[in-house]
């Protein structure tokens, strides 16, 4: 075991078998506590949803409450600027492992009392919302009125706020791009407490309606360190009950990349796909799934299958048995129709597939009926009742990367990710990436199909180490002009850093916005040593 540690490094022998216990045993107070917990948890927020739109006293309550946010900075600003001003959404609650150390010493904002959908505009086709707005609240509004987000992230609990400054993909980007793409304005506080409307304005002429212009391709990503978001103009689409899903399974490698880059150019109007995402089960084994918005089968033979059901077997385990069992020569293709809103959080009852290490038993029939409509406990939950050695072993062997790819180069990719880590599923998702001023800009091109590679997961391979590691697949990700998401743990220097994103834009409105005395420079919150 973690062969690939110094001496020095390697946890003593009773360490080890309190890990153990911890890591196989979780589910002792995972099943009969944090199951309920989130269960009460979720119920009393979708109340509290409800009885705010039946009163409609968002829009009003927002006003207020970006007011006490400029009153706070305001005072800040009297106070001399002495600390540096962070988010106040506390650690445990953000969908990343780690706990920010940046926010210990530093003034917090209260951004985090921003939660709720602010105003639906069908003319216009947009949907207004504020930063704490998370993506089970955007789809459970949206989804029953016949519109979604074009880009519509997975998990639940991702907020607004979080995907826009630091950044969001899903099935639907292949087509819309990032979760920044699909955004149209934002509505900012300054670190001199002026609100500011910032969107991408061609004809503006002033300086100051160029500021705002320039503004906004700066935002994404950058952490929260130029501006406060308080709210987010986004575009929506119209949408159908169903999306009706073919599986196509590959059987190599070479197969996977060729037919999903085939696939990935379907991202004109003029053809029926609207998502595509693939799963690695194995190096050569695995399926692409390819989406279109549907109002259901149209023959009684073919399947509606709402996988969102709490009896459902977890999903990646659904697509493996379908490519097992359901897919051969004669059947090149299976279909089934999935309910819209199940399909979009296809991947939070299991978590991905972290679930299977955190109640190994969840997807065994009868826990499904008898306590399936308690799943999945929530994020943020786990995060806070982890253990301290189990951290410490997570620290050790546990991946969760997501590093984002030239198309063309995800064979190469794969075969690192094999040599390094070994970790299975793979999640492949492609997404179409437009060169804009900004965090991401690109170098090359106007535009390219880029792959989000997610690793997640706790690896057994032989010489891992999380550092040494980590920084060489960074540096493969570096050289073919790729990028790391943020919410992951970063080893790179403040050097490499730089190298993967473009800064220029930023360093400039960090200046023009008097940020940098203000708010802590992005790197360094990204950085793996700014996290516990
Ligand atoms: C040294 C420096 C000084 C600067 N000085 C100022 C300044 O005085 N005032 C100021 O306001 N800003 C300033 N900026 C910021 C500058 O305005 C932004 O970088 C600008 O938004 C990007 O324009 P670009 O010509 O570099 O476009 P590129 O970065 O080359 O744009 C790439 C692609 O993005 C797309 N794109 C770019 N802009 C838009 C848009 N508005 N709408 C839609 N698509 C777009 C286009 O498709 C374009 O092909 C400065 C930046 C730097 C680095
Ligand atoms: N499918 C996907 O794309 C997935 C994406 N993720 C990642 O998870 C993260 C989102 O998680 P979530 O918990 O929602 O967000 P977080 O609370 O983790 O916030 C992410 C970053 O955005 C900043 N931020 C959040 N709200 C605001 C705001 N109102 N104004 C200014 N800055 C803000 C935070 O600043 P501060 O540090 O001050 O709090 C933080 O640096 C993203 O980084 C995303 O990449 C994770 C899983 C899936
Ligand atoms: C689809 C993309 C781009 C990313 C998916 C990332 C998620 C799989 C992870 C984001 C936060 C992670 C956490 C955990 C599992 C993996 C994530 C959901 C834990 C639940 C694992 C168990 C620990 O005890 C707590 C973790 C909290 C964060």
């Not at 920044?180 to 304005?185: A, D, E, G, S, V």
């Not at 999903?260 to 609207?274: A, C, G, I, P």
């Not at 301290?388 to 620290?395: H, K, Q």
């Not at 050097?495 to 023009?512: Q, V």
């Amino acid at each position: 075991m973690d062969p690939g540690l110094e001496a020095d490094e390697r946890p003593s022998r009773s360490q080890r078998f309190l890990e153990f216990m911890v890591f196989h045993f979780r589910w002792v107070v995972v099943v009969p506590i944090l199951l309920p917990l989130s269960f009460l948890f979720n119920v009393f927020f979708e109340i509290r949803n409800k009885l705010i739109y039946w009163i409609n006293s968002a829009p009003n309550a927002h006003v207020r409450k970006v007011n006490y946010i400029q009153e706070q900075i305001k005072n800040w600003n009297a106070d001399g600027r002495r600390t540096k001003l962070v988010n106040a959404r506390p650690g445990w609650l953000t969908m990343s492992f780690r706990y920010p150390l940046y926010k210990t010493d530093a003034t917090k904002i209260a951004t985090d009392r921003l939660f709720d959908i602010l105003e639906l505009d069908l003319e216009k086709m947009t949907i207004k919302a504020e930063p704490g707005v998370t993506m089970g609240q955007i789809s459970r509004y949206l989804i029953p009125l016949g519109y979604t987000l074009p880009v519509l992230p997975e998990l639940d609990d991702l907020t607004v706020g979080g995907l826009i400054n630091g950044c969001g993909v899903e099935s639907g980007s292949f087509k819309h791009g990032m979760f920044q793409h699909i955004c149209t304005q934002y509505e900012v506080v300054t670190s001199d407490a002026e609100l500011l409307q910032v969107f991408p304005d061609p004809t503006a002429k002033t300086k100051k309606s160029k500021e705002a212009n320039s503004l906004f391709w700066a935002i994404p990503w950058s952490q929260g360190t130029l501006v406060f978001l308080t709210a987010a103009t986004m575009k929506i689409i119209p949408c159908k009950k169903y999306v009706k899903l073919q599986y196509k399974k590959t059987n190599t490698l070479e197969e996977m990349c060729d037919v999903l880059t085939e696939d990935s150019k379907k991202n004109s109007s003029f053809d029926d796909v609207d998502f595509i995402e693939a799963l690695l089960f194995t190096k050569d084994k695995g399926c692409i799934m390819l989406g279109e918005f549907s109002d259901g089968p149209d023959t009684h033979k073919e399947v509606i299958n709402p996988i969102g059901r709490f009896y459902k077997k977890w999903f990646y385990t659904h697509v493996e048995s379908i490519i097992d069992n359901k897919i051969d020569k004669e059947n090149p293709i299976a279909v089934e129709y999935i309910p819209l809103r199940d399909y979009y959080h296809r991947h939070s009852r299991s978590i991905f597939w972290e679930i299977r290490d955190i109640i190994p038993f969840g997807n065994n029939v009868i826990f499904r009926y008898l306590l399936g409509w308690l799943t999945p406990p929530k994020i943020s939950f786990l995060k806070a009742t982890t253990p301290s050695c189990l951290r410490s072993m997570y620290d050790r062997s546990h991946v969760l990367q997501d590093m984002l790819i030239p198309l063309e180069n995800l064979e190469k990719c794969v075969e690192l990710f094999h040599e390094e880590v070994e970790i299975y599923p793979l999640w492949l998702c492609p997404f179409h990436l437009k060169s804009q001023p900004g965090l991401m800009k690109l170098r090359d091109v106007a535009s390219k199909m880029y792959v989000d590679l997610g690793a997640y997961g706790v690896t057994y391979k032989k010489g891992y180490h999380a550092e040494r590691t980590t920084r060489r697949l960074e540096e493969h990700v570096r050289k073919v002009n790729g990028f790391q998401m943020t919410y992951a743990d970063i080893y790179m220097t403040k050097e490499e850093y730089e190298d993967m994103f473009d800064l220029t834009l930023y360093e400039y409105k960090r200046t023009a916005h008097h940020c940098n005395d203000a708010f802590p420079h992005v790197y360094e919150k990204v950085r793996r040593s700014a996290r516990r």
